[in-house]
Each structure stands twice: as C-alpha cells, then as structure tokens.
C-alpha cells in the first residue's frame, strides 16, 4: 500500500506532475473539470485538500497518475481510469496479473457500447418547468406586455438558455421573460 500523503505532499505530485508534462496551470484549467487556476494554485499549494477535492478524478486523469499516486493521495478514491480498475481495492492477484486488467487498445470503450453508438434513438427529456415560472405564466399571462409567457416554447427556451443565476421568484422570471423579449428572442417549437 502507498504512503498516504498529506495535502501539501499531494499539491506538490500534482505541481509535479503538471510541470512535468509541460502544462500551464491556465491549460490544464482549460481541459479539465478545475474551474479556474486560483483553485488548482490552492491545490498545488496544499491550501485545498485534493484528495477531497470533487476534481481530483479530472486531474488525475488528464495529468496520469498512477495507480500508486493515486491511492497515495486518497486510497477511497472511485473513478474510471484507464489501465486501473475502478474501487478503492486492488488485490494481490490483480496486481499480479495487471496485463488482465488493462485496458487494451483495441477494446471496446464503454462509449462504444453507449445506447446511442448501437444506433438506438434517445428520446430527449424535457426541461422541469419551476413552479415559480408557471406561477408567472398564470398571474401575469393575460397581460398583452407578457403575451407568449404561457406558451411552452417560451417556458422551454427561458429554462434551458444558460445564464449566470436561476431566477427565484416568479418576478424574476417576469423579468427574464421581458429582458429575453426585448432583446429580440422569438423562440420556434422545441423538437420533441
């Protein structure tokens, strides 16, 4: 079993491990689920614990850490990764027999074998309507200034257009009905 490394140990393995592949911190935030370089900065640093860190899978991954490493900055650690079977347990034999285990370059990747790659047509889900935006539908619908907030391609579209803060309220969705309206949007029927 590996030393276990406490979060300065193990901000330093990921410092040297990103430095040894040659990326910058602002790279490897870019491709990774680590939201901005002031978090990884805090990673490296021991600051922030990576070994409970929601990010550790992604940087572990995308920087290659071995099994050993990984075990050694959090041993409960479960997550697919090429080449490790995933779970926090590896026993003797299939330390003896890792070749067994590996993942071979011609397997076939759970993204082969996905629903949709065998051709199979995955209905889409439709959005949840806030009762908050229905709830605006129903008061302020009838208004001419609000005509089109009770029409489901409107409740569609304001629901999953991206934006920074969910409205609360169903004034705030009164206001992110107008705000859209007057920006211009006119959305067409969502495909079922």
Known sequence: MPELLDKFAAGELLRKKREQLGYTQEQVVAVTSVPVAAYLSELENGKVSLARSKHFASLAKFLRFTYE?????????????PGVRSGPIQTELEKENADLFAEKPDSRSSAALSAGALGYKIPKQRPIIPDELK????????????????????QHFM????RKKTPQDAEGWLQEFTALKNMGYDPQEPEE
């Open 69 to 81: 490493e990984i075990r050694s900055v959090n041993p409960a650690a479960v997550f697919d990764y």
């Open 135 to 154: 709830d605006a539908a129903d008061k302020y619908g009838d208004l001419p200034m609000f005509e089109g907030i009770r029409e489901y391609r409107w």
């Open 159 to 162: 629901v999953t257009v991206p």
